[in-house]
């Protein structure tokens, strides 16, 4: 039996639970998939990197699914991470309006009567 790791390349280690310090939802309201977040201001010094990281990603408004992209971070953790740059003022939220307006009954009768005449 060896005691050399298996992958010589195993990319980080760090579970996600960890740089979350165990939480699982972000402090405040969550974020939704394509909300649009920025940052507002520069970054302190003291930031963990995993908030450094993310916070420079967030340099131009991009949504919270493309934040966790460009982080390699699972979404979760980008989410509890967004929540303390935001309770920080470090950054800016934008969500997208939650209620559509649905068609008027008269666009869904010519629907309907249009699929019946195919």
Do not use: K, Q
Not at 66 to 73: D, I, N, Q, V, Y
């Amino acid at each position: 039996m060896t005691d050399r790791w298996p992958d010589p390349d195993p990319g980080p280690i760090i579970r996600p639970y960890t740089v979350t310090r165990g939480r699982t939802r972000p402090a405040g309201e969550g974020f939704d998939l394509i909300a649009t977040v920025a940052a507002i201001r520069p970054a302190p010094p003291d930031l963990p990197p995993e908030h450094l990281r993310l916070l420079g990603a967030c340099r131009r408004p991009i949504t919270v699914a493309e934040a966790a992209s460009r982080t390699g971070l699972p979404v979760g953790v980008v989410r509890v991470l967004l929540g303390d740059l935001r309770n920080a003022g470090l950054l800016t939220v934008h969500t997208p309006p939650t209620t559509i307006a649905a068609p008027r009954e008269n666009l869904l009768r010519d629907v309907l009567s249009g699929l019946r005449a195919l």
